[in-house]
């Protein structure tokens, strides 16, 4: 059996001294706008222009930098795994190379056509990154809470973009509620996951689904996505579900989530047929540099991802951290990607569901994130 995208169901250890050990997720360089664009940055941020001029301004940034991400079949991994036929749904050309680049946008579009002034959101590095900015592009203020006992380099890319990180004890769902409450005490706008935007932040994950509809004219046999708090799988499952009720696929596909070895509540519940999602005892939680984008004890929007794979009839399995390291290697080395571990999550849970199943010649998608090499 191959084992460059092995799902280890035993714990494996944190590699060190590895390129790969990124504690915060994706990198990106500064983010910087093609010259054709600076215009729009100017007017998108000017308090002094009427907001239709701010707002098309800034639809005109968000259309040209965020989302349409390549789509490419990974025709050696396919060989390697014996899988027909894989294709790698690539977010890494994102502003700051993860799919957070959409949420971070669209909320702060929504913030600007609503009359706030100011966009706040608790993060452990990319989502933060993201938010950062798009509020300084739409000229608002930004407000970012993290958790005192981490440590990202993404932080210095937030600081960069103007942001004001707030550090507090606890863990990432503690800064979430303090976030939260400093969005209802001093009237900001709240971009977290689980609060009045949901339904925006999955239409605009539900994006995904559009684009890749539009390489292949119809639904995949199955998408496979990594999760976290799973909002990410639960938009492209919405996005394809709308697709379908209109008569624009001619099916829906398979879910497959992937998450870290037993410190997910969504592949958790998943995996032993939970009838909820229930949360993990939280002193059991302990993030590595590998699993740390996926690792939660409270899923946020985890009974929508759970919605999704159960009724898609899809699958979920774990990854090992080694796991992770090694499947990353090989895209990199087999396709020309350089990807984060944690994200290689879904596509191992994809093979994992071959390797259980006699799965057809078909079409079958992974959501990836990181930087292009």
Known sequence: MNTEFSSETS???PQKNTSESLLDGATS??????AELKDQRRVAADKNRTID???????????????????ARARNIERAEGIRQLYLKFEGGNPTGTQKDRIAFAQAHDAMRRGFDAITVATCGNYGAALSIAARIAGLRCIIYIPESYQSRRIEEM??????????????EDVVDL???????DEIYDANPGGANTALQLQAYGEIAHEIYDELRDAPAAVAVPVSNGTTLAG???????????????????????STYNK??????????????????RERVRESKINEPLINWHAIDGEHAVQAVRESNGHAAFASDRAML????????????????????????????????????????????GKRT
Do not use: W
Request: glycine share 6%.
């Open 326 to 369: 090694s499947s990353a290697k090989s895209l990199r080395e087999k396709e020309g990607l350089s990807v984060l571990p944690a994200s290689t999550a879904g596509l191992i849970a994809l093979i994992d569901l071959c390797r259980r199943e006699s799965m057809p010649p078909d079409r079958y998608v992974a959501v990836l994130t």
């Open 29 to 34: 360089d500064e983010f910087q706008l093609p």
């Open 11 to 13: 714990e494996a250890q």
């Open 53 to 71: 001029e701010r707002l098309e301004a800034f639809e005109d940034v968000m259309d040209s930098e965020v989302g349409d991400t390549s789509f």
């Open 179 to 185: 976030s939260r409450q400093r969005s209802v005490d």
């Open 159 to 172: 600081t960069q973009q103007g942001a004001e990180i707030l550090r507090a004890p606890g863990d990432y």
């Open 236 to 258: 492209i499952y919405k996005g394809f579900l709308s697709l379908y009720r209109r008569g624009k696929t001619s099916r829906m596909p398979r879910f497959i989530a992937g």
């Open 264 to 281: 997910n509540p969504i592949v958790h519940a998943l995996i032993r047929n939970l009838p909820t999602c229930d949360n993990l005892p």
